[in-house]
């Protein structure tokens, strides 16, 4: 028993300072990883998830990264109440998969929209108010021509210019 001690005692008084001085030579060659680190690090090139969430110091989500409910893929981001106040990201298949951005107002109803729209994948950019469209400016997707066309509050429509 009194040679497992002496040796145990001896293994830990030389151990230490010749770990502390391997360690200290990898830091002098600028690895800028300890040894241990070393050891178990590894490079991960791709991260799977259907989501990733971005949370704030009070444990908030505030972005997220996910499919949407319609199966497009986007990034949506979330105010201090946790409304979401804009979306980027692409429509379902079922919608050509256009790109989209959406500004939505403080009842998480749409109040812009930038996007592309038909065949010929013209910008159109939607404004509306407590969910209804109110102006509609963009390339028409036939005639790739610009059009103006505004809704009052009655529905009724209106072109400043162009046609949509």
Sequence with gaps: ????YLAGLFSG???GPLGAAVLAHFERMG?????????TATQQEVVSARRILLMDATGR?????AMSPNGGPGIFF???KGRNRLELGLYPPAESEYPFVVLNDTQQRAAGIFRLYGGRETPVVVLKNQGRDRSI??????STEPFLVNYSNDSKKSSAFGDF
């Design 31 to 39: 690895t800028g990883v300890h040894l241990a680190a070393a050891a």
């Design 61 to 65: 989500v505030r972005a997220e990264l």
């Design 137 to 142: 400016y963009g390339l028409n997707p036939n």
């Design 1 to 4: 028993m009194h040679k497992f």
């Design 78 to 80: 979330y105010d201090t």
């Design 13 to 15: 008084l030389i151990g």
